[in-house]
């Protein structure tokens, strides 16, 4: 005779969070599997990829680690844009703040990672505090126009000569050398690959499990109707603070990942630019979906990339005009477009089966 024993709550809750997030898992084991797939397409074996040898796999590598930090960032300015409704000019100073912090640390003040990491999410910390200070006081474009003001000022300190020593001024900040073997992108690139794809998927996650959460939920409502939502009792300040502190950290993370990668630290991710870079990409996935920040991320860096190796100085027009193609016919980006006419494109294969005589 057997006996059934019922499953713990536990084990319920685990089975569920699987079950909801099988696509973003899918995605993560074929992301690990990836670089071993494109070696033996090279014709080398595994132990390349671990090796750290010259092919495909690697330059791939290095690649896809740009895209997960773009991903990272772009998750930071979804978050309060498309979930909170902030609309921020002066989102690349979070970036950059981590960006220049982790060099600085590195470079002129010898820490280690781990009081590096300590600084940056304290900086980000401070950053998003300032940034609520005018929260109370001005919203909508007024809102946009103060922060980008905050971000040039951020912008003209680190190109300003007094500061030459530590940020490099325009030429940027250069010979950063990352303390930890384990961080290194020339000699462990698999080794970083698998730690920013993991901080991309973690974040991802925490993003989903806030905007499910009654915060996320009030932030929402704060977005499409912030007076209804005060009339309800809320006070949406300190909601939107804490988007805006998780968004800060966040970006700030983004630049310090962004830093161990990168030899340089270019003074054009402190600008208006790099903010706009944000908006595109999470307009081209998808405003407020959260995955269409990774679709939007992976579409902006692989269209720069590749539009730049073939066709040159005339990229810029290219990707532009890829741009206004989208809005055109993928109004609510990739994934947003994809979620608004799921079912129509349900009902239209249903049809089609029916003609076909395979479904009844």
Known sequence: MQSTIPPTETGREALRLFKENRGPLAMLLALILFPFFVA??????????????????????????EIFILAIYALSY???????????FGHAMFFA????????????????????????IVAG?????????????V????????????????????K????????????????????????????ERFRLYLIVLFFTFF??????????SPTGRVCIATRENEGRAQMLGYNTFYFKLTALILSSITAAMAGFFHTVHQPIVSPAVAGLGWTVAALLMILMGGIGTLSGALVGAAIFRLLQFYLERWFGGNATFLIGLVYVLLVMFVPY????TWQARRLDIQRGRERLLRLLHLRP
Do not use: C
């Open 333 to 336: 980006g990739v994934v947003g």
């Open 160 to 187: 300003s000569n007094e500061m030459v020593a530590y940020t490099g001024a325009d030429v940027g900040l250069q010979g950063v050398v990352v303390p930890a073997a384990w961080l290194n992108t020339s000699n």
């Open 125 to 137: 910390i401070v950053q998003a505090l300032l940034f609520g200070l005018v929260l109370p006081r």
């Open 97 to 120: 703040v981590g960006a220049y912090l982790t060099g600085i640390a590195f470079k002129s003040f010898g820490w280690g990672v781990g009081p590096t990491l300590a600084a940056v």
């Open 139 to 158: 919203k909508g474009i007024t809102f946009a126009l103060v922060t980008l003001g905050f971000a040039s000022v951020f912008e003209i300190i680190v």
């Open 78 to 88: 979804d978050l309060i844009l498309g979930i909170t409704g902030l609309l921020s």
């Open 203 to 212: 974040v991802y996650l925490v993003y989903r499990r806030f905007v499910d």
């Open 40 to 65: 033996l397409l090279d014709g080398q074996g595994p132990t390349a990829v671990l090796n750290n040898e010259i092919g495909n796999a690697r330059f791939l590598q290095g690649l896809l680690i």
